[in-house]
C-alpha cells in the first residue's frame, strides 16, 4: 500500500474506528493487529500521512525532564531501531544524538538534574563542556555557553516512512484504511459509543480512538468530550545543497530560542517555534518566518545565518495547556480512547503510544502508568509541570 493509497469504501460496521491516519493512527492500528484485533477502520480526512506527520525529518530522543515522558521515548527509541524487523521498513533513522546548547547557569543546573533522571532509566545522556559540544557540532560559536547536554542514541527518522510502514503492516493484517473521509458525527447511547459518521456513511462500532491530532477537539466535541488541543504552525527550511557536504551533526537545538539544525540529505535543515505565532490551522510557508532563525544563527552558529535556502515546510503542532500529551479512556464513555496533543512528541513517542492504547483497548496493563496524561488533569487541577517547548 502507498501513502497515497484511497479507500473511499466505508464498511457499515467495525469493531474499532480510529480517527486519524498520521503516525499515532497507524502506530495505534498496526499494534492492535498484531495483537489479533480484527475488523479495524482508520479514517482519514486526506491521505495517511498528511498532517502533522508530514513532517520531512522527524527527531527521535529520551531526553525528556520527567519520567513518564523519558520512558515513552525510551520504549520509541527502540521501536524505531528495530523498525526493519517490526513491522519491516527502512526509516532511515540516523542515530546522531541531540544535542542541547545552555547559556544560563539555571538551564545548566536544571538539565543537569534531567540528566540524572535520564541516567536512572538507562538513558546514556550526559553533561559536556562547549569545547565538547563545538568537536560534535563545528558550526556552532561557543561564545555565551555555559554548558551542553548530548545523549547519543538520540537522532532522527522520517515520519513518511514509519507511517508507509505501520500502515502496510496493518492494512495486511486485514485493517481498512478509509482515507479522503471526514467525520461529521459520533453517536452515543448513554455510556457507549456506538456509530461514527462520515461523509462517505456511517460505521457502527464499539470502540472510537481519537488520534486525530490538531483536530482533536473537534472529534472530542462531537462525543461530548473535551481534549483541550489547540493548533499552532510550526515551520522549517532547508539549506542549498552544501559544497562540501555538511559534516554529519547531532540535533542541535539552541535551548533559549528553540533554534535548532540537523542534517538533511545533501543540506542542512533550520526549524524554529515563532513564539508570535496565533493558534490557527494555517499551514501556509512563510519566506519571512526564516528571519528568525537567522537573527539566532547569526550569534549562535554564524555560518548559518547567510546560508542560502531553497523552500520550506509548515504543519501543525497539537497544543496542550501544560505541553504533554493527552492519552487514555474517557471516563464519560469507557469505549472512547484518545492519543493526541502531543506538543510536538507525537512522532517521537508513538511507537509506545501504540502499545499503550492496544492494552487500554484490552483491558491489559500498560509498560507504563499513563494515568497523569488523562484529559481529565486539567478539570482536577492535576497538571504536569510543563515540558520543555522543544522539538
Given amino acids: ?21 498520521g503516525v499515532m493512527g497507524t502506530s495505534i492500528a498496526f499494534h492492535l493487529a498484531e495483537a489479533g484485533v480484527t475488523d479495524i477502520v482508520v479514517v482519514e480526512r486526506g491521505e495517511l500521512c498528511g498532517g502533522s506527520s508530514g513532517k520531512p525529518i522527524g527527531g527521535v530522543r529520551a531526553q525528556f525532564s520527567d519520567p513518564l515522558n ?42 543537569e538534574t534531567c540528566v540524572e533522571v535520564q541516567n536512572g532509566l538507562d538513558v546514556p545522556s550526559r553533561v559536556i563542556t562547549p569545547g565538547e559540544a563545538l568537536r560534535l557540532c563545528p558550526y556552532i560559536s561557543t561564545e555565551g ?59 457502527s462500532c464499539s470502540t472510537v480512538i481519537c488520534a486525530a491530532g490538531a483536530w482533536s477537539g473537534r472529534i472530542g466535541a462531537m462525543a461530548g468530550i473535551d481534549l483541550p488541543v489547540r493548533p499552532v504552525r ?47 490551522f494555517d499551514t501556509t510557508w512563510t519566506p519571512e518566518w526564516l528571519e528568525l532563525f537567522r537573527n539566532v544563527a547569526r550569534h549562535r552558529a554564524p555560518a548559518l545565518a547567510d546560508m542560502a535556502t531553497t523552500g520550506g515546510w509548515a504543519g501543525l503542532y497539537e497544543i496542550t495547556p501544560d505541553h504533554n500529551a493527552l492519552i487514555g479512556r474517557s471516563a464519560e464513555l469507557p469505549d ?36 497523569p496524561l488523562s484529559a481529565d488533569r486539567f478539570r482536577t487541577g492535576a497538571e504536569i509541570r510543563p515540558e520543555a517547548h522543544v522539538v
Avoid: C, K, W
Avoid at 5 to 16: E, G
Avoid at 145 to 156: I, K, N
Fill in 1 to 21: 500500500m502507498s501513502l497515497s493509497s484511497t479507500f473511499r469504501t466505508v464498511p457499515p460496521a467495525a469493531d474499532v474506528v480510529i480517527i486519524g491516519g
Fill in 145 to 203: 555557553l555555559v554548558a551542553a547536554v548530548y545523549s547519543p542514541t538520540d537522532g532522527h527518522a522520517r515520519p513518511a516512512l514509519v507511517v508507509q510502514g505501520y500502515a502496510d503492516a496493518a492494512a495486511r493484517a486485514g485493517v481498512t484504511f478509509a482515507t479522503h473521509t471526514s467525520v461529521t458525527g459520533i453517536d452515543t447511547a448513554g455510556d457507549r459509543v456506538t456509530t461514527v459518521h462520515t461523509d462517505h456513511g456511517p460505521v
Fill in 70 to 111: 523519558i520512558e515513552l521515548g525510551s520504549r520509541s527509541l527502540r521501536a524505531f531501531q528495530d523498525f526493519p524487523h517490526r513491522p519491516g521498513a527502512d526509516i532511515r533513522l540516523d542515530s546522531v544524538g541531540y544535542l542541547f546548547l545552555l547559556t544560563t547557569d539555571r538551564q545548566a543546573a536544571d538539565f
Fill in 336 to 371: 472512547f480512547l484518545y492519543a493526541t496533543g502531543f506538543s510536538g512528541h507525537g512522532f517521537l513517542q508513538a511507537p509506545a503510544v501504540g502499545e499503550i492504547l492496544r492494552d487500554l483497548h484490552l483491558d491489559r496493563t500498560p509498560f507504563v502508568d499513563i494515568s
Fill in 234 to 280: 510550526r515551520q522549517l527550511a532547508f539549506t542549498e545543497p552544501l559544497t562540501p557536504p555538511a559534516p554529519r551533526i547531532p540535533f542541535t537545538i539552541d535551548f533559549a530560542s528553540s533554534a535548532y539544525f540537523h542534517n538533511s540529505d545533501d543540506g542542512l535543515l533550520f526549524g524554529l517555534a515563532d513564539p508570535g505565532q496565533p493558534d490557527g
